[in-house]
T-cell receptor, first 109, second 112 residues
Framework: GQNIDQPTEMTATEGAIVQINCTYQ??????LFWYQQHAGEAPTFLSY??LDGLEEKGRFSSFLSRSKGYSYLLLKELQMKDSASYLC??????????WGAGTKLIIKP | IAGITQAPTSQILAAGRRMTLRCTQD?????MYWYRQDLGLGLRLIHY???????GKGEVPDGYSVSRANTDDFPLTLASAVPSQTSVYFC???????????FGQGTRLTVV
């Protein structure tokens, strides 16, 4: 079966750096997405990786290793507004998105 | 403001009743999707449409139906609601099948 694993919850301190990991086993691979979802709101797009390596976008970076079935989202200079759930999703061979359950990130002052 | 709109925002529904959740986008996106989100689970695809006039079944289609008569609208119908369909429903659209998806604000549905 298809599976996306990410930690349920993480805690970090304001101003610090946090890395949220995602491992996947899917039938085929056509890219990996990261979304941010604040409580009670809709998911919003953060990043897309289809080739191995690091994609940087401001304070957020996303890394992909297709051979290891692994990705991480790196958040730098954490702010209180970064408290949210972070969703990892993989597009399979049928171009369907398979979603992880999300990682709830708690930022403490 | 361009985007994707869902209605209603929330609804309490008696079991056995029929209900249609509405979704409209004005971005002229080809692909549209309906997901449900339940606590502790990832978003699960109910139905999708890659282009107007076509629809497909996702991971959890039973008890739901959709139609895509035009590019903008993608309604989701529960023919006879059951308590297990209590969930938050998100409609989303994307320009293509492997591009970022834009989500509506969600419909919180409670079936009692």
């Amino acid at each position: 079966g298809q599976n996306i694993d990410q930690p349920t919850e993480m805690t970090a301190t304001e101003g610090a750096i946090v890395q949220i990991n995602c491992t996947y086993q899917t039938s085929g691979f056509n890219g990996l997405f990261w979304y941010q979802q604040h409580a009670g709101e809709a998911p919003t797009f953060l990043s897309y990786n289809v080739l191995d390596g690091l994609e940087e976008k401001g304070r957020f970076s996303s890394f992909l290793s297709r051979s290891k079935g692994y990705s991480y989202l790196l958040l730098k200079e954490l702010q209180m507004k970064d408290s949210a759930s972070y969703l990892c999703a993989v597009m399979d061979s049928n171009y369907q998105l398979i979603w992880g359950a999300g990682t709830k990130l708690i930022i403490k002052p | 403001i361009a985007g994707i709109t869902q209605a209603p925002t929330s609804q309490i529904l008696a079991a056995g009743r029929r209900m249609t959740l509405r979704c409209t986008q004005d971005m002229r996106h080809n692909a549209m999707y309906w997901y449900r989100q339940d606590l502790g689970l990832g978003l699960r695809l109910i139905h999708y449409s890659n282009t107007a006039g076509t629809t497909g079944k996702g991971e959890v289609p039973d008890g739901y139906s959709v139609s895509r008569a035009n590019t903008d609208d993608f309604p989701l119908t529960l023919a006879s609601a059951v308590p297990s369909q209590t969930s938050v429903y998100f409609c989303a659209s994307s320009e293509g099948t492997n591009t970022e998806a834009f989500f509506g604000q969600g419909t919180r549905l409670t079936v009692v």
